[in-house]
């Protein structure tokens, strides 16, 4: 079973790193589908929870966020891995003439220096998040009382058959602990749950917030770096 079980996790990165590279302009569409068109209203309930003026988001993708910080009036810069979704940003960012700065670089290793930005955000992403490497150099970068916000998981409320479908994919790619939501609360993700526990460790003070929009619940995880480490 272990192999079984190791094989399916290697098989399901796969397919998103995929999503990522490859077939990143179906990017959209898909994110569209897996949330019944409500993807980009989860990602700006982080906007609240942002504080500035300057603010990185790692993982940007498409670009929507990077748009949507500017538009709320910070001075936004983006990092992904991707070529791909860099250059769909691009085109998004040189269509709306906007002035956002993006690169291309590994979120363990950043060329900014220390302190250079309030918030750091990541909506939805991989496990790369949670590494010891990402979690001290987003503590580096960020000035006293800077917050790390980020989107792992957002669900749809309701018990239609297509919502339980749908959360039924979500267990089986692995983003779900529990077999079943229990009267409309959400077992924490994987990915969450290890968010938490090294965010701790890596000295973040951690809180775990809960945004109800219609027919959907976004949970939003906000760290806060201490002033000094010990």
Not at 33 to 40: A, Q
Request: glycine letters at 8%; hydrophobic letters at 45%; a positive charge.
């Amino acid at each position: 079973m272990n192999i079984l079980n190791d094989l399916w996790v290697r098989f399901i990165r796969f397919g998103f790193n995929l999503l990522y590279h490859q077939l990143a302009p179906t990017y959209d569409m898909v994110s569209w589908i897996v949330s019944f068109g409500k993807w980009r209203q989860w990602q700006l309930a982080s906007l609240p929870f942002v504080k500035g003026p300057d603010v990185l988001e790692l993982a940007h993708g498409p670009g929507h966020m990077l748009l949507a910080l500017r538009r709320a009036g910070y001075n936004v810069t983006g990092s992904d891995l991707s070529p791909q979704m860099g250059r769909l940003a691009m085109r998004k960012i040189r269509a709306t003439e906007a002035p956002v700065a993006i690169l291309q670089a590994p979120a363990q290793k950043l060329p900014f220096a220390a302190g250079s930005f309030d918030s750091v955000l990541a909506t939805f992403p991989t496990e790369f998040i949670a590494e010891q490497a990402c979690l001290d150099e987003v503590h580096r970068l960020l000035r006293a009382d800077g917050r790390f916000v980020i989107i792992p998981q957002a669900r749809l409320i309701g018990g239609s058959l297509a919502v339980r479908l749908l959360e039924g994919l979500y267990r089986i790619t692995g983003q779900r602990n529990s077999p079943e939501p229990d009267h409309g609360r959400d077992s924490a993700s994987p990915l969450l749950g290890a968010i938490q526990r090294r965010f701790i460790e890596a000295e973040f003070d951690v809180s775990v917030e809960r945004v109800f929009q219609p027919g959907s619940e976004v949970t939003i995880l906000v760290a806060t770096k201490q002033d000094a480490r010990s």
